[in-house]
């Protein structure tokens, strides 16, 4: 007689039910992997990556503009002080021009012979040697004549200019006596020529203008 076999349920005697539940015992571990990598289980996001060509474009374009600043600097710079140099080369024909004009029109005869003296200390080239020919006749006319004159300057500017001189307009008042006689004050205006020369600038000529 047949030994009795142990009843089995349906599900265990059927093979391709028991194929798929040991199919999705197997696959249970990656669904819940699937689960755990949702939204509470993604790492936390990092920080954003950084664009090595866009880093590298950056750099050249800064180095330009510092260039470009330091440039824009020295070129103000160089123009500042060269303004500069103009202004104080202006300034100096200037200052020449009305010490010269007040040198010819502040004589005194109780002293015209340092007065001349300064006047050619003052004076270069032609107009030295002119005024140092006449020199003696003038200091004798003005001991005769114990004349004084003093002049004023009343306005001086700069006429026009180049690499190593200037014309300068110079109006003065000038007050005049002979003998004690007190006489009237004339405008005088001048053209002077400034030079410059190896002991500075000097006067180089001289008009009268009206």
Known sequence: M?????????RESHPALSVAERDDDASSPAGDADELSGPLGDAPPGPPSVQPGRTRA??????????????LGGW???????????????????QVARQGALNLTTID????????????????????????????PFVDVVKQAQSKSEGTITEAALESTNANSAQVLVSLAVKTSAAGAQQDTKS?????????????AKVSNVEFVP
């Open 2 to 10: 047949a030994e009795d076999l142990p009843a089995r349920s349906p």
């Open 76 to 94: 103000l710079g160089f123009r500042a002080w060269q303004a500069h140099q103009l202004s104080t080369g202006h300034a100096r024909w200037v």
């Open 188 to 200: 005088w205006r001048m053209r002077i020529q400034v030079e410059d020369t190896g002991d500075g």
């Open 109 to 136: 005869y109780t002293r015209v012979d340092a007065d001349v003296q300064r006047i050619l200390d003052s004076s270069t080239g032609r107009f030295r040697d002119d005024f140092q020919n006449r020199s003696q």
């Open 58 to 71: 950056a750099v050249p374009v800064a180095v330009l503009v510092c260039i470009a600043c330091a440039a």
